[in-house]
């Protein structure tokens, strides 16, 4: 782990004092991400759904000390998303860090099936970080001071796997509008807010249901968290994380090889095609 004051020289938007917004911290990264900010002197926004879970996040991250805000939000409802930046700025006069995190994995099935659960997904997954955007980033750049924006996606959004499609569109559709984003903040006259779009590997969280304990190829949320801490004092935009089975090499041709399809003019999802399958294995082998 980096230390805290290396850390804040870097990145001064973490300065104690400063306050964090992560929606979706009430579990998995996003608790992850509060636990640590709140160590380095943050104050936390933590946003979720309501209940029980949110109500304990807000405890535990007060233990650590500092100030807590827990603000029950529906993230795919953007008036709720209006409503956190309000409570937020209004707490505490400032936001320095928003974490658009909140994310669902249910699978609505099949392209042509279940066109509410699509909506919904797309609604949480997509929109949710679209909201964040709208209700925070005109304030955060008013502010003139520096900040980040981190989105989390995924690798389902860039190399797309056969599985869940809903959540591939979701997340491809992160990956595009964080890219758009982080274009847009660059050029924004004196703006010193910037834009990261965080590809967690396989992490185990609420979201990998089913398991009781942590499967020997998943990271933890506090793995994730100072991968994407020492990426963003790089100064990283793709925070891509490995975790126990995927290296960034094999990351780095799988996603090589999907953009091939395109290139070679391969069929779609060409990895998981019969024809194609000894062709991608002896690549990955090269
Ligand atoms: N766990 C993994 O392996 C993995 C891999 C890649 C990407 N991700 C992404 O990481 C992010 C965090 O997921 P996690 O793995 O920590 O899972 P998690 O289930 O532990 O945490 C997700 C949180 O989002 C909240 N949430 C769901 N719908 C919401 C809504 N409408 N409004 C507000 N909050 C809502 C949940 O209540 C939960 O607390 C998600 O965007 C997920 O897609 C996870």
């Known amino acids: 782990m980096t230390a805290d004051a290396e850390i804040q020289t870097i990145l001064p938007a973490l300065a104690s004092g400063n306050v964090a917004v992560i929606t979706g911290g009430a579990s998995g990264i996003g608790l992850a991400a509060a636990r640590r900010l709140a160590a380095l002197g943050m104050k936390i926004v933590l946003a979720d759904i309501g209940g029980a879970r949110l109500d304990e996040a807000g405890r535990v991250i007060a233990a650590i000390g500092g100030a807590v805000l827990a603000v029950p939000t529906d993230v795919s409802k953007a008036d709720d998303v209006d409503r956190l930046a309000e409570k937020a700025f209004g707490a505490f006069g400032g936001v320095s860090l928003l974490m658009n995190n909140a994310g669902v994995g249910d699978n609505p099935g099949k392209p042509w099936e279940n066109r509410d659960a699509w909506k919904r997904l797309l609604d949480i997954n997509f929109w949710g970080v679209v909201h964040g955007v709208e209700a925070f980033a005109p304030r955060m750049l008013a502010a003139g001071k520096p900040g980040l924006i981190i989105n989390t996606g995924s690798k389902q959004g860039i190399t797309t796997p ?125």
């Open 162 to 286: 056969p599985g869940n499609l809903a959540y591939n569109v979701s997340k491809s559709g992160v990956k595009t509008f964080t890219e758009g984003l982080a274009h847009a903040l660059r050029n924004e006259p004196g703006a010193h807010l910037s834009a990261h779009l965080l590809i967690p590997g396989f992490t185990y969280t609420g979201l990998t249901e089913g398991a009781t304990q942590k499967p020997a190829g998943a990271w933890t949320g506090e793995q994730v968290i100072d991968f994407m801490l020492a990426s963003l004092m790089r100064g990283d935009f793709y925070i891509l994380c490995p975790d126990n089975e995927a290296t960034r090499p094999m990351d780095e041709k799988r996603m090589a090889w999907a953009i091939g399809d395109v290139i070679e003019n391969r069929p779609a999802l060409s990895r998981w095609h019969p024809d194609h399958k000894d062709a991608f294995a002896a690549f990955m082998k090269r």
